[in-house]
C-alpha cells in the first residue's frame, strides 16, 4: 500500500450522553480513493465529521500528513488544504453559484483572480455549474446542488476531498456523471474519501474500502475483493454487489 494520508487510531466520539465511536481505525493511502461503507447508523458521518473537527474524538487519535489533527479546530483543519462536502452540502441558498464558489477560492477575492484553467476543467466535468453560473444556488435540483458541492470543494487543488453520500437522491445519469469527476479527481492524484451507500458507485471507483458496524470498522481492504466475494458482502452488509 502506498503511504498514508489520513490515519484514525482508536477514535471514540461521544455525543452528549451517546457513545456513537467505539473505537474507529481507519487508513487513507494518499492517491488512493478510499470508500467507507456500512449500514445507516454505523457512524460514517460521525467518522466524517470527527476527521473534520465538527465533533472532537474523546479516545484516540486523528493524523493527517503525520501531524496529529485530533484536537484541531475545523478551520485549522481545512487549512491543511482538506475539503469536505457534508451529507447536506452546505450550498449557500441566496448566493449565486459564482458567489458559492468565490467563496471557496480561498487565493482569490474576486472571480477575475480565480483560476481559469481549472475553472473550465470544473465545467468540463459539471456543465450545470457554467450554465447556472448567475444563477441563485437555491434554485438549482437537487442533483445540481450536489455538482455544485463538489466543484466548490475542488476549484482550488485540494489533498484531502472528503464527501458524504455525493449519490444520495441523485438519478443515474447524474450519478454517473458524478462518476466520471471522482475518477478524473482521482487521476490528477488527489487523495478522496467517501461515504457511499450506492454499492454499484463504490465498486466502480473504490481503490480500498473500509465496512463500519455499530461504530467501528469491521473490515477493511481492496474494494475489488469485496466487489467479487458474495459471502462478504452478505456477511458486512447483508446485500450483494
Known sequence: MSDILLKLEGVHTHIGAYHILHGVDLLVPRGQLTMLLGRNGAGKTTTLRTIMGLWHASQGSVTFANADITASSTPEIAARNIAYVPENMGIFSDLTVKENMLL???????????????????????????KFWNHPAGKLSGGQ???????????????????????????PAIINNMIDAFAQ???????????????????????????????????????????????????LLGLAI
Not at 163 to 171: N, R, T
Open 104 to 130: 471557496a477560492a480561498r487565493s482569490a477575492k474576486r472571480v477575475s483572480q480565480m483560476d481559469e484553467a481549472r475553472l473550465k476543467w470544473i465545467f468540463s466535468l459539471f456543465p450545470a455549474v457554467e
Open 145 to 171: 446542488k450536489q455538482m455544485l458541492a463538489v466543484a466548490r470543494a475542488i476549484v482550488e487543488p485540494r489533498e484531502l476531498l472528503i464527501v458524504d453520500e455525493p449519490s444520495k437522491g441523485l438519478a
Open 185 to 235: 479527481l482521482k487521476a490528477t492524484g488527489t487523495t478522496i474519501l467517501l461515504v457511499e451507500q450506492n454499492i454499484n458507485f463504490a465498486k466502480r471507483l473504490g481503490d480500498r474500502v473500509a465496512v463500519m458496524d455499530n461504530g467501528r470498522v469491521v473490515h477493511a481492504g481492496a474494494m475489488q475483493e469485496l466487489a467479487e466475494d458474495e459471502e462478504l458482502q452478505q456477511s
